[in-house]
């Protein structure tokens, strides 16, 4: 899998790049990762096995270090540069599929709360994936209206994300009309979804864009 050194915001920024070669219009997904100064960085399990879960799926895919992770310049920014550093990834990802018809936006803790403001600036954005949402730590309301459909999954093992704040950002969106928010909670799961229920994230991420894709549903 190619390394690939992009622009961003602060700087060059480091990611890994899996395209579908001889594909024109392959649907392209960024993956976002958890908090820069907590360990978090592009090889996370968690993101690791987001992306080859929507390379899988056909998807040509981009996840990358937020600026002061790895080899990406600049340092940490509370978020707000962080969204920048996605947004700029994007473009990145974008120039290079002009063609595509479908983009996704997949996120882990951290990089959730960060794929989720994505989505709001950016229209073209299809559907997301948003796990383990620290909704205890970071304000999503500005979800308002949340712009396109998505899988919101934890673990009800969570103790870093309570499982009760993911709820009640849950059913904040569920009051949304235009839009399906679809949430599964994973029994005994952690966080970081340790063990076997990695298995069970990537099947249920599978199940969700591979019918959302048939869908062709925002």
């Given at each position: 899998?190619?390394?690939?050194?992009?622009?961003?915001?602060?700087?060059?920024?480091?990611?890994?790049?899996?395209p579908?070669?001889?594909?024109?219009?392959?649907?392209?997904?960024?993956?976002?990762?958890?908090?820069?100064?907590?360990?978090?960085?592009?090889?996370?399990r968690?993101v690791?096995?987001?992306?080859?879960?929507?390379?899988?799926?056909?998807?040509?895919?981009?996840?990358f270090?937020?600026?002061?992770?790895?080899?990406?310049?600049?340092?940490?920014?509370?978020?707000?540069?962080e969204?920048?550093?996605?947004a700029?990834?994007?473009?990145?990802?974008?120039?290079?599929?002009?063609?595509?018809?479908?983009?996704?936006?997949?996120?882990?803790?951290?990089?959730?709360?960060?794929?989720?403001?994505?989505?709001?600036r950016?229209?073209?954005?299809?559907g997301?994936?948003?796990?383990?949402?620290?909704a205890?730590?970071?304000?999503?309301?500005?979800?308002?209206?949340c712009?396109?459909?998505?899988?919101?999954i934890?673990?009800?093992?969570?103790?870093?994300?309570?499982?009760p704040?993911?709820?009640?950002?849950?059913n904040?969106?569920?009051?949304q009309?235009?839009i399906?928010i679809?949430?599964?909670?994973?029994?005994?799961?952690?966080?970081?979804?340790e063990?076997?229920h990695m298995?069970t994230?990537?099947?249920?991420v599978?199940?969700?864009?591979?019918r959302?894709?048939?869908?062709n549903?925002r």
């Open positions: 899998m190619p390394e690939v050194i992009f622009p961003g915001p602060e700087g060059r920024l480091e990611g890994r790049y899996h579908h070669k001889g594909v024109k219009d392959a649907p392209i997904a960024i993956i976002l990762h958890p908090h820069p100064q907590f360990g978090g960085t592009m090889n996370n968690v690791y096995n987001l992306h080859y879960t929507f390379h899988n799926m056909g998807f040509n895919v981009l996840r270090n937020f600026r002061g992770v790895g080899r990406s310049q600049g340092e940490y920014d509370q978020g707000i540069g969204l920048s550093d996605a700029s990834a994007l473009d990145y990802l974008q120039s290079m599929n002009q063609n595509t018809k479908h983009c996704w936006v997949a996120g882990f803790s951290f990089g959730a709360w960060i794929g989720m403001q994505l989505l709001m950016r229209p073209e954005i299809t997301f994936i948003s796990v383990s949402p620290p205890n730590m970071y304000d999503f309301s500005f979800l308002a209206p712009p396109s459909s998505g899988l919101i934890n673990g009800l093992g969570d103790r870093v994300a309570p499982p704040d993911t709820v009640s950002l849950v904040k969106l569920h009051e009309k235009g399906t679809t949430h599964q909670e994973v029994e005994g799961a952690g966080h970081f979804f063990d076997n298995d994230l990537t099947t249920s599978e199940e969700y864009v591979r959302r894709m048939t869908e549903t």
